[in-house]
């Protein structure tokens, strides 16, 4: 019987020492992110959270380790990006040139709008790669806006040209459209100037040919 005592007594400072999986996963975190292995730690504390959603501790920490990370990925992710939009920044450079209203066919014009359409998903499409990257995104997001203004100046376009009943005034219609065409010319100068700003930012050459 003493014997026995003496083996769960041992078995139980074991256990203590070795503390519960909850207590390991935030003490290998912990390290982890002491070694700035921050992807590891982030998993770690996650693991935490989905089993305590609660513990502030844990959460507190996860954001650290995710911020730290997505900090340290983000020379390679601008580098990545200007990569993705650079075909995408010349297709919508020859298409935005908008030739005289009246110089160009319907089909001509629906054709248009639809490569716009196809532009946008495709950027669209990138805002999702890089939905971890807030500082990408606030770059991207006048990609976005400016494209979106394109398609409104494109559709008012195509109105005019459906308008067999003549109750649009033409001269409205290029006066919206000079608008927005100016609305997205600003925002792709704040996308261009954003762009420029944090490759400086992360010492990289602006010079995409120039790696």
């Known amino acids: ?8 007594a041992a078995l139980y400072l074991f256990l203590s020492a070795c503390g519960s999986p909850f207590d390991k996963a935030m003490r ?3 390290a982890a992110l002491k070694e700035e292995r921050y992807k590891d730690a982030e998993k770690l504390f996650n693991d935490v959270l989905m089993d305590d959603p609660r513990n502030k501790d844990a959460k507190t920490l996860f954001e650290q380790a995710r911020t730290q990370r997505i900090e340290l990925e983000m020379k390679d992710k601008i580098k990545s990006y200007r990569q993705d939009t650079a075909k995408l920044g010349i297709r919508l450079l020859v ?6 209203i009246i110089k160009q066919n ?7 709008y639809n490569n716009l359409l196809d532009v946008k998903k495709e950027i669209d499409e990138i805002a999702s ?9 606030s770059i991207h997001e006048h990609m976005q806006k400016s494209i979106s203004y394109l398609i409104e100046a ?3 376009i195509l109105s005019l040209k459906n308008d067999t009943s003549g109750q649009l005034s033409k001269e409205e ?3 919206d459209l000079n608008i927005y065409t100016h ?12 762009l420029i700003s944090i490759e400086k930012e992360y010492g990289i050459n602006p010079d995409p040919f120039n790696k």
């Open 106 to 112: 319907l089909e001509f014009h629906e054709q248009k």
């Open 183 to 194: 609305k997205s010319y600003e925002e792709t100068k704040k996308y261009i100037e954003g």
């Open 129 to 137: 790669k890089y939905k971890e990257y807030p500082k990408i995104i």
């Open 173 to 175: 219609v290029i006066k």
């Open 1 to 8: 019987m003493k014997k026995l005592c003496l083996v769960l």
């Open 28 to 30: 290998e975190g912990k």
């Open 154 to 156: 494109q559709a008012l």
């Open 95 to 100: 298409i935005r040139q908008i030739p005289g």
